[in-house]
């Protein structure tokens, strides 16, 4: 089975729980365990921000707590529907807050002050490997965070976490027909983004 490293501890942890059939033969404190670097990278990608990021992961962990009753075949649509959302709700608050305490600004609106450096990334044996890692990962978030977002979604869901279009639809709240028109959209943008870094 394929593992991943949670981004503080260091621990290898089962990635093969982004789909409902692989999460059936978990506990949920093993389900939450797997998917908790995968949901920190699409918090992250979504708000931009390190600590908003974990909050996010954080508060939807706390609040599948509700749901560890349900069938397992359940847990990952709902997980990833409650991050959604609550990184939806953060963007919003903050935007409503950039609104009020932050002077217009002329011109592009840019992230100068936001490191998007992988300050958790794995520091394992080999320092070449760890640096083309971060490469790949700042370069692939990069062109993510360029996108809008419910491309960034669709991409997210559907090619990185492995949902199936049904899934992904109502994790994002929308037909399936719409799920596949953000994808397409979002492969585009990003083939012509990473031509170079090919």
Known sequence: MLSRVSPDSGQRVPSAVSTPVAAEGLSFDAFLEGIATRAFRFAELGLRHREDALDAVQD???RMMRYRERP?????PLFWSILRSRIVDMQRRGLFR??????ARSGRDDDDGIDWADQAADTGPDPSGAHDHREAYDTLASALRALPARQREAFTLRVLEDCDVATTARIMGCSEGSVKTHLSRARESLQKQLEDFR
């Open 60 to 62: 939807a962990m706390i």
């Open 72 to 76: 397992a075949a359940e847990w990952t």
């Open 98 to 103: 950039m609104r009020w305490l932050v002077p």
